[in-house]
Every structure is written in C-alpha cells, then in structure tokens.
C-alpha cells in the first residue's frame, strides 16, 4: 500500500487544521492506521491510531481531547482532525500503516510496515 499525506500548512495558535492521508494499492480499510509527528531536532512521536475495524482510536495525551482519527465514507483515506492547536503541536506529519498490531504496540513507530512522505504543520503565534 502507498500512502500519501496532505493538508499541512501554516496556522495560528488554537487554529484547526484537517490531515489527510490517502492509500492506493490496498485499501486503507485492511490495516490499522496511525498518525506520528515529528517535531523539529526531535524523534518521531506517536500522536493516534485507529484500528482496521474502527472499534477502537488511541491518542497520545498531549493531543487527546484536541486531535481525532477517523474515516468517513471514503474507505482509502484516513484523516486526522486537529484543533486549539498550540506552538509544540509544530512538526512534520506521518501517516502510518501495519496488519495485526497488538494493543501495546499500537504507538510503536517500528510496529507499521507503510508510511507515507509526511506534511509540514506550522503553528504560530
């Protein structure tokens, strides 16, 4: 599966702004998605993910409450909805794809076997 991220930009301190990340090849809807982030001279960090199935959504928690994952109607993208976003939220956005990961493993960047090119979000104040 290929993934490819858009939606990044530029945006004022508790702003909002919506990801997207679209699959070709196979559809997104066979694998567990997720969403890191890396912010600038830092690791990558895990920011959410979202099971096959959709049952269940994990967060980091400096974005739970401001940040959702989720997919509407159509079955190849998934999108990463952020809002009152803040200075440290800056970092370029990964949108991540694996099979079968276990519960523990879900924020483990090592545990996705497909990323796409990732997209720069700028926050200012």
């Known amino acids: 599966v290929q993934l490819q991220a858009s939606g990044g930009g530029l945006v004022q301190a508790g702003g909002s702004v919506r990801l997207s990340c679209a699959a070709s090849?196979?559809?997104?809807?066979?694998?567990?998605m997720g969403w890191f982030r890396q912010p600038p001279g830092m690791e990558r960090e895990f920011v959410a993910a979202?099971?096959?199935?959709?049952?269940?959504?994990y967060y980091a928690d400096s974005v739970k409450g401001r940040f959702t994952i989720f997919r509407d109607n159509d079955p190849n993208t998934v999108y990463l909805e952020m809002k009152s976003l803040k200075l440290e939220d800056t970092a370029v956005y990964y949108c991540a794809a694996g099979s079968g990961i276990i519960l523990s493993s879900m924020g483990n960047p090592n545990a996705y076997a497909y990323w796409g090119q990732g997209t720069l979000v700028t926050v200012s104040s």
């Open positions: 979202r099971r096959q199935s959709g049952s269940s959504t």
């Open positions: 090849g196979r559809t997104s809807r066979r694998y567990d």
